[in-house]
């Protein structure tokens, strides 16, 4: 810059007049004009040779002592104990959920679930057929996989108490489903036959049953509350029996050319009893080429 221009800014901070064609200082107002000049600074300006370093004082102090009273939080036993139960149970927590989704998931893809098919005609014969509700039946907890019509139908008894009422067989029913549903998943019966006349819907028409092991498939097991090794069935029992099978050949459940056995003849069982074993063998289509007792 040029010594006059010099002397023109020194003036003009001193507050003297100024050449209006270099220096303007505007009357109120603080800014200053320069003309006809270059590289002009104007105001403080410092100059730093050696590298900056910066540090903050309070906030990463206290970002540090944060950081301190935690490790040494951490170092104590009962806290490192908490921290790993809280992680376990946790995870448990976590487990358990994720395997109730699972089941679900799982159930819901099985076959039609809880929904089991106790149809029946009322115009075929006078049976009746207790629907799983109305006996209170568990939700099923396992699958069952679907069948067409059978073209076996087997007899067993259940070596329990008889029983002559609805509620009483009801009760019947709820504990066989109770003592099979760990294993199988529900009851394994297709149909139970009460000492009230009645048939008790247990997986129904269509499913594939859990009653004689190696002959469940293309079979419906039907067994008839009590101990006919001791005891002798009721003539309701019998006739339940026949005319639910009446009711599966005329709805297309049962082939008509069905074969008609007792557990006895198929496993090592003394299922369905002499006593009722012999009142089967008048009965149609019964097959004696194996005879239990």
């Not at 004009?33 to 906030?59: A, M, P, Q």
């Not at 008894?157 to 009801?170: F, G, L």
């Amino acid at each position: 810059m040029s010594r006059s221009a010099c002397n023109v800014l020194s003036d003009a901070f001193k507050g003297n007049t100024t050449p209006e064609s270099s220096v303007s200082n505007q009357t109120g107002s603080p800014d200053i004009l320069v003309t006809n000049s270059s590289n002009i600074h104007v105001g403080t300006k410092n100059v730093y040779n050696n590298n900056l370093v910066f540090t903050c004082e309070r906030g990463c102090d206290e970002e540090k002592h944060i950081f301190q009273y935690l490790r040494k939080l951490l170092r104590q036993p009962w806290v490192l104990r908490t921290v790993i139960c809280t992680f376990i149970f946790g995870l448990a927590i976590f487990s358990f959920i994720l395997m109730e989704n699972i089941m679900l998931n799982n159930n819901e893809a099985s076959f039609v679930n809880n929904e089991t098919d106790c149809s029946y005609n009322s115009s075929i014969n006078a049976l009746h057929i207790v629907p799983r509700a109305e006996w209170r039946a568990r939700p099923r907890e396992g699958s069952f996989s679907p069948q067409d019509a059978v073209h076996t139908v087997i007899i067993g008894h259940t070596v329990t108490n008889r029983c002559v009422t609805q509620s009483s067989c009801a009760a019947q029913v709820r504990a066989i489903q109770n003592y099979q549903i760990s294993n199988y998943g529900d009851i394994g019966y297709n149909f139970v036959i009460g000492g009230d006349g009645n048939a008790y819907c247990g997986l129904g028409w269509g499913l594939i049953g859990a009653h004689t092991y190696g002959f469940n498939t293309g079979s419906i097991g039907i067994a008839i509350i009590g101990d006919f090794t001791i005891s002798v069935p009721q003539e309701s029992q019998v006739q339940a029996v026949l005319m639910l099978i009446d009711q599966g050949v005329q709805s297309g459940k049962i082939k008509k050319d069905y074969k008609l056995f007792g557990q006895c003849q198929l496993q090592s069982t003394l299922s369905p009893g002499k006593n009722l074993f012999m009142k089967m063998q008048d009965w149609p289509r019964f097959r004696n080429d194996t005879l239990c007792f």
